[in-house]
């Protein structure tokens, strides 16, 4: 919940993607916590967009993972974001060996075990962006944008999205649009506010370090994110970050990461590949990898992903708060008048 | 062949002096054809009945989908209904959240329920919703004398600060009008009854008590309408007319027994006139005329604001002094969610008793229960976490051979509440796309 007189908290993330089908995906789940933790960004909403469920478990166990660090005080009312999941067919299973491993041996409580365990991704995603400040939420579309544009579709979403979103950041791989072509030509036709395309050869030329993997996880001895990467493949291995820099520079799109086109719009091929035709009206934008930046950015991603949980600390500290007018209640009064203003 | 039967008018009404009694649905008022197989169906009715300040959720989830076999400890009282009753999980009002407004949660969850809107935080300056009910009083509700009714049991002022700074015109009412205008409940069973059956005029405390040393009952004054109905009619049918016109009686007493008690308690007391002084008396009384004024199809949709929302109303009648809304927030301490439970099964307990009297009045080849989508519901889930999803909802009833009934029905997170409201107000005859935060029509609650 958020007050008003709290002032403006740090951007809220909506992370859609696909989960299980390449790395990237929960390494960039991770960051976005690590971002949280560092209160540089809030992860408001997550939902995938292949339909298995062991996928939607993944990421409330990563969720859990986090949050699992919070004070007993917080841990009372904390429940755990709902994980939107698709149950549309336009999308392949993706259930690999990351998700079976890194769900074997966690040590961390489950909370999907069936589909009324996860949200529709429709309300969940459109309900998280009404709770956020305007233009103070960001869209990572990190898969088929399949649920992305059904949102599009419900009565005044568009409004809110209007209102709420500063940008979509939408990573445009050939398999990501070609899975769904229709949902990913109707989101760069119809979505109301700019569009960053994140393109194949940003993800493939800023790979994620395996060794980090090796090193930088020594904390914690059930890292869900370390046994889905074990298991991914073979290691040692370096994985493409499309999701990764997504998430980089939805939380830092000021920060000269990652260079951006000029304006311009997005066509949509029927083999999936993506055309930009330079307009200086247009909405759309794609990611330019800078070179100069990229031992900066890979640094971040293994910093962020491999961060702590940090505890969170209850809105209203409980029992200070109680020891504190026990403490008003037992000081006398000040009689004194109140000094008179210089 | 030649159908000489005259069917008697759905429209037939007994009257008096000052008194108009609607009557309950007759096979004399089916056409003699449509006996042979086109029997005209009953209509269907809709009601709300709100419960504050959420639900000891523990009490009231079973740990199963599908069949209702072992009730839950706060459903327990409605074991004896099981096969009659659908219960909802995971539905939510998005629409009660903060969304940026801090704090009222009971401002908003009330303000919200029906309205599918978020209502704006003001004291003075009310802004929420028409409430999807009005929207189908608006379409249907000339079929019947009253488009709606509004019922409550709990006295409640219509301005100030309820909550955190949201108006209590959002706590103490369940329906709208119009987005600026609360539809405020009738708290008074005497104002209800003559509502009911009256010429519309609601007689001050004074008058009434002048008038009582002389009344007899309404039914005396249709004595002579009562009998020439009565001449026509079949065994079957008169049976019903005594039935209903008993229940009618049966009112008038529990209303003179609590005019009696209340003079005798305090005469200088505030409390509305007629309003009995024990919770569950005026629980069952209340929901007896709603009884006879779905029997009598005098209205097809009521809401039933059981205690105004954020109440902290103390239920000594069953040992519990404290309020109910501090209870809620029992900082994890057993015995304070015992009483959290034990009120939520009290409250149960006096639901079932309306559930019973609706299922036991026959009406066509079902019962008026069958014909009827009773809602019995929350604005918030865990009352001490003030959570907005999870919603606990269940529906009495088969909305007209519609609703699959005995079932636990669980759908996805995130679910609109809304969702269930347009289903509903399909049943009701009133087609619209879109309500509130609705994403489509509820699946799974048919028979299909």
């Known amino acids: 919940m958020q007050f008003p007189g709290q002032g403006k908290p740090p951007t809220g993330i909506v992370f859609d993607t696909e989960m299980g089908r390449s790395i990237d995906e929960a390494l960039a789940l991770a960051m976005l916590y690590g971002f949280d933790g560092k209160n540089e960004a809030r992860v408001v909403a997550v939902s995938i967009s292949n339909p298995d469920l062991k996928a939607a478990a993944f990421c409330d166990a990563v969720g859990r993972f986090y949050a699992g660090a919070t004070s007993p005080e917080v841990r009372q009312f904390f429940h755990g974001l709902p994980i939107g999941l698709s149950t549309d067919p336009k999308v392949p ?186 307009r200086t009206d247009g909405k759309h934008q794609y990611l330019i990898l800078d070179p100069s930046q990229k031992e900066r950015i890979i640094e971040t991603y293994t910093k962020m992903v491999s961060a702590k949980p940090v505890p969170r600390q209850p809105r209203f500290p409980i029992k200070k708060a109680a020891d504190a007018e026990k403490a008003a209640e037992a000081k006398p009064p000040d009689a004194s008048p109140p000094a008179p203003p210089k | 062949m030649i159908v000489t039967r005259k069917a008697l008018a759905r429209r037939t009404f007994l009257r008096g002096i000052g008194t108009t009694i609607a009557l309950p649905f007759l096979d004399s008022m089916v056409p003699a054809m449509a006996l042979a197989g086109t029997a005209k169906k009953a209509p269907v009715r809709m009601a709300f009945v709100y419960l504050p300040n959420g639900m000891d959720m523990t009490g009231w989830h079973a740990n199963y989908e599908g069949k209702l076999h072992d009730l839950p400890r706060t459903l327990k009282p409605l074991d004896p209904f099981k096969e009659d009753i659908t219960v909802l999980g995971n539905l939510t009002h998005n629409a009660g959240r903060a969304l940026l407004d801090g704090a009222g949660d009971h401002g908003r969850c009330c303000g919200s329920y029906l309205t599918g809107i978020q209502p704006r935080k003001s004291l003075v300056d009310i802004k929420a919703g028409i409430s999807f009910d009005q929207i189908v009083a608006n379409q249907i509700g000339n079929q019947t004398r009253f488009a709606s009714l509004e019922v409550g049991l709990e006295d409640a002022r219509q301005a100030g600060d309820c909550d955190s700074g949201y108006s209590c015109a959002y706590t103490n009412n369940l329906a709208w009008r119009s987005e600026t205008q609360p539809l405020p409940p009738v708290l008074d069973p005497r104002a209800l009854f003559e509502r009911l059956f009256g010429n519309g005029v609601v007689l001050s405390p004074e008058a009434r008590a002048r008038q009582g040393r002389y009344r007899r009952s309404i039914l005396d004054f249709v004595t002579s309408d009562t009998r020439k109905l009565e001449t026509s009619l079949g065994p079957t049918d008169r049976r019903k007319l005594d039935e209903y016109l008993s229940s009618i009686r049966e009112v008038e007493r529990q209303l003179e027994k ?141 909305g007209g051979n519609y609703i699959k009934s005995g079932r636990r029905v669980v759908y996805r997170k995130e679910t609109p509440m809304c969702n269930l409201f347009l289903t509903m107000m399909d049943r009701m005859g009133v087609h619209t796309e879109h309500f509130g935060d609705s994403t489509g029509r509820l699946e799974g609650l048919d028979l299909t």
């Open chain 1, 93 to 278: 299973s993706a259930n690999t060996p990351m998700i079976e491993a890194a769900l074997s041996k966690a040590s961390y409580e489950q909370a999907i075990q069936t589909l009324n365990d996860t949200a529709d991704p429709t309300p969940l995603i459109r309900n998280a962006l009404t709770a956020q400040y305007d233009q103070n939420a960001i869209l990572i579309c990190g898969g088929p944008a399949t649920n992305i544009a059904k949102v599009l579709d419900l009565p005044g979403a568009k409004e809110v999205i209007e209102k709420k979103v500063r940008f979509l950041c939408f990573v445009t791989t050939k398999w990501n649009v070609k899975t769904d072509l229709p949902a990913a030509r109707k989101v760069f036709a119809e979505w109301p506010t700019p569009i960053v395309a994140v393109g194949q050869e940003i993800g493939e030329a800023l790979p994620f370090p395996g060794a980090s993997i090796e090193k930088d996880f020594d904390w914690s001895p059930s890292h869900p994110i370390v046994a889905a990467y074990r298991a991914y493949k073979s290691m040692p291995y370096d994985a493409p970050s499309w999701d990764l820099a997504a998430a980089l520079y939805a939380v830092h799109a000021n920060d000269g990461y990652f260079k951006v086109s000029d304006p311009g719009a997005m066509t949509i091929l029927d083999d999936g590949a993506t055309k930009f035709t330079a």
């Open chain 2, 258 to 398: 609590a005019e009696k008690d209340n003079s005798q308690i305090d005469p200088h007391m505030e409390k509305p006139y007629g309003v009995p002084a024990d919770f569950a008396e005026h629980f069952k009384l209340m929901t007896d005329m709603m009884t006879i004024a779905f029997q009598a199809d005098l209205t097809r949709i009521m809401t039933f604001l059981v205690t105004r929302e954020g109440t902290s109303r103390s239920y000594r009648e069953i040992g519990i002094p404290d309020g109910h809304h501090p209870l809620t927030h029992h900082r994890n301490l057993p015995d304070l969610i015992e009483k959290v439970a034990q009120i939520n099964n009290y409250h149960m307990k006096q639901f079932a008793g309306w559930v019973e009297k609706l299922k036991s009045i026959k009406e066509g080849d079902g019962t008026l229960l069958d014909n009827s989508m009773i809602v019995y519901g929350a604005g918030l889930a865990d009352g001490n976490k003030h959570l907005h999803e999870d919603l606990p909802t269940l529906i009495a009833g088969r």
